[in-house]
């Protein structure tokens, strides 16, 4: 039986050493680059911005090589903690609605 870590979402069995961290959070701010809809064939990446005037932790979500959006500043400082302590992670798109575009953040670690 897996243990499961309500407050990170972690998943891990005990017969394993390997977790899979699973965290959606919403993207914002598609309409000011290009208005992107995201599908799941991108290839997204994402960039801290701690330069940006806004909000210092800031995360720029690039897809294609290509800044397409931002995470919402409601996540962005959980998410970024998550890509500071798992080094390896894979960020899928989904979603039900254009205007409800959001990216599933998979990040896992042995």
Same mark, same amino acid.
Request: aromatic share 6%.
């Given at each position: 039986m $897996? =243990?499961? #870590? #309500? @407050? #990170?979402? %972690?998943? @891990? @069995?005990p017969l394993y050493a390997d977790c899979i961290v699973i965290q959606s959070f919403?993207?914002?701010?598609?309409?000011? +680059?290009?208005g992107h809809k995201f599908k799941k064939s991108d290839i997204i990446t994402l960039?801290? %911005? $701690?330069? =940006?005037? +806004?909000d210092i932790n800031a995360i720029k979500v690039i897809v294609d090589g290509i800044h397409k959006a931002y995470v919402a500043k409601n996540e962005n400082e959980s998410i970024g903690d998550l890509m500071k302590r798992y080094l390896t992670y894979q960020v899928n798109a989904h979603g039900k609605k254009n205007y409800n575009q959001s990216a599933s953040l =998979?990040?896992?670690? $042995?």
């Open positions: $897996p =243990n499961i #870590c #309500c @407050s #990170c979402k %972690e998943v @891990s @069995s919403m993207v914002v701010g598609m309409r000011f +680059h290009g960039e801290p %911005e $701690p330069s =940006n005037i +806004h =998979n990040l896992e670690y $042995p």
